[in-house]
């Protein structure tokens, strides 16, 4: 099959000016001037002009470019504003470690534009809308992006291999030029495009490749048929507690159902009446197939225990999402199973062209305030703290940071006015956590001295400052402001001056206190240093805020339960953990 293509200089022309776009844009973030530093706009530009042009390349024909720019232009758009709200979730970037949602962006944006793609090119056609014409497409261009992807992996491989070979015999300038972004990323998308004209103009081979692993498929149907009423057949004999044990039971359950449907429609998808095995093989899977939706149910009273017991995480809401799919395309068949019998692949092309479409759209959305899931899980999770169902104490403040984002950070800051009724110490452990991702840039950096001036006043001293000389206080912030990183951010830190041996002379502790473990330090004073030396702590209560309690005077000295004692020069002592 031969595409007539446009001119290859129009096609090399896109690619030229889509690698000067991207470069200019990575430029911004290496000198850190705008867009790079507002998310919002640099997320949006960088999805605009990596989306256009390649769905472009990917689908522009002699007959179809103003057809097809049509769609592209209002899809490539879409993509750029949910961007911008993905961006907007990096936001107060001193504080906000989001990068995880934008590996899910990534994701999603490439099934929604892989799907989008498929419905471009069926419209620029001006074909019917099939599921035969939509599922070749989707294979013919997953086939030219993975050949595509790969003929730019050899291509900028076979370029460090000359510049490594030149670099034997001292000519430097290849390696030099491959370390610059400059080069190196018009050079790769100047081969993207060509290995797009390559590609597309022999979509044969495409076509070739795509029947290949249709006729794998075609052997592994039958065998995941099998397991699948095998594993059915079992269990009423075996019960489900096995397989929720494993503590990931429901993601087995989807994966065999999700396997299944994609052998089903990669074998079954001509919409004729045509068998492509034995009788009673195809008899096997369509029982199989009209039994998938009991797994359904399975998988969803897995998913009801874990919801009902921990609350909505990101997680469980993907849970939600995939399992709502793969139940909406399992019961469409077996609806068609039922009214049509062994004409039920028509109901199988009407599923699977508006399931397509519905999947596309869900993948959108996920990337919009309409699905965001960090903002569902956020909500679900403090619901459950207000309606008692976790304790203040058993709540994870860092973990709930860490894992929303942008709706962690501002959930959490407004959560304070709450806690100072409730739970002041937990304010302390939130302001410790955001404190600890602060990270200045090195012009704006503050000078140790500044540090140390800064950190002795958040530091708690007991009984009273007075009593630690200027010399020692000195030496503990400058022994926690000696890194560039200024260490002493995200944590607390306490002086205790209190007799440890009885002679009447207190001894000098220091101690940093984080919200996940506490250390101190004892020291002492070696002719005209000090000198710190390490102490064991045993906190059985996960006590992570010593502040009140030094407060209210609640330090003592204990007396080891088991003393040490000495033979000779040798002196045993039991383990503080154990002396207690």
Known sequence: MQINLPKTSIIIGISSLQGVILTLLYASFEQQVWPSTDPVWFVALITFFISAPSLTLLSITDANIKSSGKLIIPFSLLLASLGAYIGLQQTPTDYVRNAGLIGIFVFTSLIASFKALMYIQQYSSKAAISYSRLFNLSWRNFIIFAECSVFVGVFFGILHLGAALFSVIGITVFETLLGKYWFIIPVLNMALGFSIILFRRI???????????????KFLLPAITIVSIG??????????????????GSILVMWLQALTLFFVNTVYQNETTDRPYHYLIHRLIFVGVALLPIYS???AHGLYLRIEQYGLTEAR?????????LTTFSIGYLVGI????????????VVNVGMGIVVMIAMLLVNSPILDFQRISANSQLARLFDGELSYNDFNYSQFGNTYGRHGYLKLQALKSTLENEAPDKITVINRFYESRLRKAEDKAPSQAESQADLETKITYWPNKSAFPAEFIDAVTQDATSSRFNQYQGKSFYLIAYDLNGDMVPEFVSIEERNHYTSAFLWQLNETEWSKNY?????????????PLLEN???????????PFQIGDLIFTVPAKHSQ
Do not use: Y
Request: hydrophobic share 45%; charged share 15%; proline share 4%.
């Open 553 to 563: 005077n609640q330090i003592q000295l204990v007396e080891p339960k088991w003393k």
């Open 297 to 299: 149910v399975i998988s």
């Open 203 to 217: 979509i044969n081979t495409a076509d070739v490749i795509a029947m290949i692993l249709k006729t794998l498929v």
């Open 231 to 248: 594993f059915l057949c079992t269990l009423p004999f075996t019960g489900l507690d096995a397989l929720w044990n494993t503590g990931s």
């Open 338 to 349: 039922v009214r049509r019998r062994d004409r039920w692949l028509e109901t199988l092309s």
């Open 317 to 325: 809401c993907w849970g939600l999402l995939v399992w709502s799919f």
């Open 535 to 547: 102490m064991s702590v045993h906190n059985p209560s996960d006590n992570s805020v010593l502040k």
